[in-house]
């Protein structure tokens, strides 16, 4: 299942590999500091050393979550389970006084949630978001987890609280083989909400996703408690729309999310101080 706003990305993707002409966009996702501090190389399979651990006492890690969410990274891609074990690296290292997830996403595979929620609902410093271009779906619903959650301008998109399922019917007219499905009797559920949607009856596969829904609308609510409850039913807003609706926190610069964290960090260190 995946949201409704990756949704259109992903059709193009498809049809891109179907055609033979695919060509995976390298996405820059650098993780810098405050301080014009770059990672180093990251391995989440072997992350004995935290690569944060190298960097100058209070910096701020501006950690990027761009693109279509999925689970699991590749080559051209970090994946969301990926951005969750830096996030995770950043909090665990004593040279990270806060974090910023710089977000410009249209949401993506709900299974890439799951790591990501986990992280942000035990975080150990200072979180906020910084919207730039669109946060979106899935990535709105990781972007409720934040402290804050700022936009770079009144026309940054916010919104798409909703799911929805995608379903690949092969056209079996223009088709060189044909796919035929088998069930056998034990097995006579398996993916039946999907084969009754194509055959017509959209009705079990939408009672399946209607609780998918408000699983997540249910997390947007208590996340966020001042939400207006009219977004939740999927449609997007601009930046000074959602403000007004409590989706965000407000339009900042980059520099201006950066200059109220360390103000915040310069007095979370002197109440330290004195006890």
Known sequence: MIHSS?????TNISNAIINGNFVPEVMEQTIISTQGQI???????NNSSNPFNEWTEDSIAIIPLYGVMMK????????VDDIATIIRLAYQSENISAVILKMDTPGGSTDSLFLLQEVLSEKTKPTYGFVDGMCASCGYIVASYLDKLYAINPMARIGSIGVMAQIVIPNKENARYQIIEVYPDESKDKNLPERQAVDGNQEPLKEQLAKLAIHFQDIVKENRPGINPEVLSGKMYYAYEAESLGMIDGVRTLTQVISELEILIAKRKEILSIL
């Open 6 to 10: 990756g949704s259109e990305v992903l």
């Open 72 to 79: 699991y990274g590749y080559w051209w891609s970090y994946g």
């Open 39 to 45: 990672l180093g190389a990251f391995n989440e399979t």
